[in-house]
């Protein structure tokens, strides 16, 4: 593998996802996609537009990485299914990233970080984390709570920072929760695939296999249309 691997990233575990094309840790290209469209009718065409504007073909990528979760449910399968295509087809390593370790990445350096993202119906996905020199270590495992649940699990913790669009979504409460002390928050990144692939080159040191058939999402909770059966 080559030290300085040419990734392509994409994220498709929020609304609006991102993709991010990079050597090593130099971002050639990125781009954000629009929260009003389904990533379905999109994330091809913008994946090419992405290696057109930055005068790359996909078959000069070394490595494909995604964001496995958790997010949005239809969202997870489109960005793993277009990235396990695209692996298989040109015989590379795909590698997936857990999309809250990768919002913990984007909030830099802190000996207590949670990432937060909203999970529709009121809850939310998060999961506690320390964070030094773009490493990211898991405090606790993921989880799929109310926010009140989750204020209980982590409101008292000192020195903690929130980070992520749900952090962001539910900033009042948990200045709320906290007071009188101040709630330190970290503006949610805008565009999560950079982090995505900076986490996925420091994995690739790890000698795992990165196979299409290891890659699966981090669903956490089961689909609404488990949920009814």
Known sequence: ???????????????????SISKGEHVIGSSEGDP?????????????????STNLKVDEVDVFAVAAGPGSFTGLRIGIATIKA???????????????EAIAHAAGSHSRIVGVLPAGRGEVFCQMFTTSAGRVKSLDDPAHLSPGRMLELYGQVDDLVWAGSGAKLYSQLINEFVAPRVASFSEPPVNLA????????????TGANYSTNELRAIYVRPSDAELKF
């Open 194 to 205: 950079r982090h995505v692939a900076s986490l996925a080159l420091l994995e690739l040191g």
């Open 36 to 52: 009003t469209l389904s990533h379905s009718n999109t994330l091809l065409a913008d994946v090419d537009k992405l290696l057109v």
């Open 1 to 19: 593998m080559n030290v300085e691997p040419l990734i392509l990233a994409i994220e498709t575990a929020t609304l609006a996802g991102s993709i």
């Open 86 to 100: 695209l692996a298989t087809t040109l015989d590379r390593p795909c590698v997936g990233v857990a999309t809250l």
